[in-house]
């Protein structure tokens, strides 16, 4: 949800419109783009000395944005890309912020933006990146 906050706040998008949250959602037939966000495990949490729970916990996140299917898919591209980057540089690079009273020492993208080609039906475009997280636990 905090990802979701920042993304609404840079004007990125809407949350439940053309921002979803997690692989459940449902994501509407038509052009868009719609970015959905999955969480993707991650790496161990870090600790301090014998701390339970742990200090930090490291999430990873996938930044999946997605258009097209009425119209022709290379018509549909750009506007990927156009939400795809501005989604990556909503997140990147963020340090040591409070969002939603949940404090992040680190949101920063582990790639760029990457076309991930067509989607399983082979009418929408897919532009993927994935953020590596450390919040506070």
């Known amino acids: ?32 783009p719609y970015l959905s966000l999955n969480e993707t495990g991650g790496v161990a949490p870090t600790r301090v000395q014998n701390s339970r ?27 990927a890309y156009a939400m795809a980057q501005a989604a990556y540089v909503a997140l990147d690079g963020t340090f ?20 991930m080609g067509l989607d399983a039906t082979g009418l929408r475009v897919q532009l993927v990146f994935n953020l590596d997280i450390e919040r506070v636990f």
């Open 96 to 115: 040591n912020s409070v969002i939603n009273g949940t404090f992040y020492l680190k949101i920063a993208a582990r790639q760029e933006v990457t076309d």
């Open 1 to 32: 949800d905090d990802i979701g906050t920042l993304l609404v706040a840079a004007g990125v998008g809407t949350l439940g419109t053309n921002i979803f949250m997690s692989s459940a959602a449902i994501i509407p037939v038509g052009m868009g």
């Open 53 to 79: 729970p742990p200090n930090t916990v490291r999430p990873t996140v996938q930044v999946l944005v997605r258009a097209g299917r009425i119209v022709n898919v290379q018509e549909a591209w750009p506007a």
